[in-house]
């Protein structure tokens, strides 16, 4: 069995083509498949049943169950808890704000980053998710959506894992979702965030796409990155700027810094000053998120008057300067409250 959202256009060209089927059979399959969301073959009634049989014994459309979804109470986040092939378990979570429905996939089941804020590395990386199990994430939130006549318009790579990590599955998951015969949304409405995997900012730059690319930045240098996330001893903050600077030239898009807000370990009128002396004169915008609390995890939110400071010195510098008001937090679907199933368990029987 073949899993179907791997399958390229030129590649169903071929099989189809082997099959004696006629072409215009691509677009009914793709229509169903990626349009209409469609996860069995026996409901895409204008193929024929021959065509439908033969498509059900070749190729797997769907390969993770929905075991849970939480609403927010402000009903703006939705969590989903995926139950993969061998029982492992990923989460996505859509967001809606004013027209835009962006979903937040996961690359990876655990993280291979460890970062000292973040509940998705905790327990350490497990594996890495196909481009199908990426694909599939927004296909079935596409389901959902269709509901309330609605569709995903944006996908941020900022679920559970570092997907530079997984660079080849990540790649293909974007092409597909961008591909005009695929999900068809536009590149310029994919990001990728990244801890700063020097290797992977590289080969990006190369792919010629059009996808915009965060760097969880989250220090004003390497002596205190060093202490809240463990690659940045291997990948030095200068070359990851560079990098990042690289691929916005190259891409001609802005970059973006993402920084989190962690009371006395980044927070202080010393490091925004560092803050800005490191992006002076440098085309990107920064994107200040308050730490959510982790279970676990001893580190603290500043007080709303520090985050406020904070964001002033930066504006005062000119840089461009947004904050990431907490989403979901009440379901533990914020930035970097994604965990594995054991552990959500744990929580639930503790609260
Ligand atoms: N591995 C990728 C994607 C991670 S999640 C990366 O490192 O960029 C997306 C963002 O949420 C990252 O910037 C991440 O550092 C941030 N984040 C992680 N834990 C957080 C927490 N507890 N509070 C706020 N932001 C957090």
Redesign the pocket.
Known sequence: MIEFYKVTSQELEFWLKAEGEPLFRKKQIFDWVYQRSVTDWDLMTNLSTELRQKLKSNFRLSTMELVRESESDDGETTKFLWRLREGTYVESVLIRSDKRRTVCVSSQVG?P?R?A????GQKGFVRNLTSFEIVEQIIQINQYLAEQGERVTHVV???M???LKNYNAVVASIRQISHEEMLNLSQRRITV???GIIEGIRRLTKENMQVNL?F?L?APNQQVRKKIIPYARKYPLDEIIDGIEEYARHTKRNATY?Y?LIEGINDELKHADELCELLKGKQCAVNL?P??P?PGVRLKRPKTKAIKHFMYILRKNRLTVTCRYTKGDDIAA????LALQEEIECDQKAS
Do not use: D, K
């Open positions: 993280c980053a970062c804020f973040c509940a998705s790579y900022m679920g894992g570092e997907p965030s990244t801890v965060v969880s989250h993402e989190i998120i730490y959510n982790v914020a930035c970097g409250q």
